[in-house]
């Protein structure tokens, strides 16, 4: 099965737009259409969880460790990719296709992972 994306909603939307611009068959839910906004980051993901999508954050602070929380209370997720704000959105665009394109969705299973890979 492919990657599905949840943007969470400190997310660079032009990051989601490009992403999109480039494959508009991949399934990216943006923060507002899954109305993330005055969620905490454990709702954001238990919800990422329910949807089985991978959470897509520029939140690399508080991210992390509410991510360790849920997952070892043996929550499953389908993972998180966590974005530095430093890293130029070409950059970020280019990764989560090249991770579309070339992984199955159970690849990133309750992993965290920092881009670019």
Same mark, same amino acid.
């Given at each position: 099965?492919?990657?599905?994306?949840?943007?969470?909603?400190?997310?660079?939307?032009? &990051?989601?737009?490009?992403?999109?611009?480039?494959?508009?068959?991949?399934?990216?839910?943006?923060?507002?259409?899954?109305?993330?906004?005055?969620?905490?980051?454990?709702?954001?993901?238990?919800?990422?969880?329910?949807?089985?999508?991978?959470?897509?954050?520029?939140?690399?602070?508080?991210?992390?460790?509410?991510?360790?929380?849920?997952?070892?209370?043996?929550?499953?997720?389908?993972?998180?990719?966590?974005?530095?704000?430093?890293?130029?959105?070409?950059?970020?665009?280019?990764?989560?296709?090249? &991770?579309?394109?070339?992984?199955?969705?159970?690849?990133?299973?309750?992993?965290?992972?920092?881009?670019?890979?």
């Amino acid at each position: 099965m492919r990657v599905r994306f949840l943007a969470d909603a400190d997310l660079n939307k032009s &990051i989601v737009s490009g992403v999109l611009r480039r494959e508009p068959s991949l399934d990216f839910l943006t923060a507002h259409e899954a109305r993330l906004q005055g969620m905490t980051d454990a709702e954001v993901l238990a919800l990422a969880a329910q949807q089985q999508r991978v959470l897509v954050s520029h939140d690399v602070s508080t991210m992390p460790p509410y991510f360790r929380i849920f997952t070892s209370a043996g929550t499953r997720s389908a993972g998180v990719f966590l974005i530095p704000q430093s890293l130029d959105v070409g950059t970020a665009i280019d990764e989560l296709l090249l &991770i579309w394109l070339a992984s199955e969705a159970s690849e990133w299973e309750t992993r965290l992972v920092w881009l670019p890979l």
